[in-house]
């Protein structure tokens, strides 16, 4: 079910921006969740609330992957919640283009870290070096992904590889539903997709109040038992959808 605390969406504005306040926190953004929205500031007093028209999704068991992201894959090596500050803090890189997560977004989503809700993946080099990563909330049968970033010299497709790790993770902990918010060209040529709002809505009213599973503690996994356990991930469910 889905939360109120924003009011109903037949309410909402009908533009992917449907509100603002001066108010913000890690309770306030853990809610907004429930209910179809997340935060991006305005500016340094207003944090913007968005629901957007539409709304981007990465299929959990349909990633795209293609011969030569294999190849690159086997390159690192991904871990997972052992480095959460510092991709946070590299996807908050204010030199970044299109850089937007401030003071307030980092504070809040460092508490959600600490209290269990957010997650991240972390990708490194052989040199020890991370050159990848991403993080992002989960809350029932919903991940959202709040943001990614990959080092230009050292980590060609390293977010692709987190994000390879990170439905990997999803799947053991029964998320459905992968929110990536936009779709960009990037996450297209993932199998990332677009659904109007309402739709969107009503798959996170199924999955919302479902358990929030721990992620499973591993060992940091090589690229090549990424991808081994990516094959049977995807063989088993497209199996499943068959003889389903």
Request: proline share 5%.
């Amino acid at each position: 079910m889905l939360g109120t605390t924003f009011g109903r969406s037949q309410d909402w504005p009908l533009r992917d921006l449907i509100g603002y306040s001066d108010e913000f926190d890690a309770v306030i953004a853990l809610e907004a969740y429930r209910c179809g929205v997340f935060p991006m500031p305005l500016n340094s007093r207003e944090m913007g609330w968005w629901s957007p028209m539409q709304r981007g999704l990465l299929p959990v068991h349909g990633l795209r992957v293609t011969r030569s992201l294999g190849k690159t894959v086997k390159r690192y090596t991904t871990t997972t919640d052992t480095a959460f500050d510092d991709v946070l803090t590299r996807c908050a890189d204010p030199t970044r283009e299109g850089s937007w997560i401030d003071a307030r977004i980092a504070s809040a989503y460092r508490r959600l870290a600490d209290t269990g809700w957010a997650h991240s993946v972390e990708v490194w080099n052989v040199d020890g070096d991370l050159v990848g990563g991403l993080y992002g909330v989960q809350v029932g049968g919903l991940f959202a992904g709040e943001s990614m970033f990959h080092d230009p010299d050292l980590g060609r497709d390293a977010s692709k590889a987190a994000l390879l790790r990170l439905v990997l993770e999803l799947d053991a902990s029964g998320v459905t539903l992968l929110d990536v918010q936009w779709l960009t060209e990037h996450l297209g040529s993932l199998g990332a997709y677009e659904v109007p709002r309402e739709q969107y809505l009503r798959r996170l009213s199924v999955v919302s109040g479902l358990p929030t599973r721990p992620w499973i503690e591993r060992p940091p996994m090589s690229g090549a038992e990424v991808l081994s356990a990516w094959r049977g991930m995807r063989d088993r469910h497209s199996l499943a959808g068959r003889l389903g």
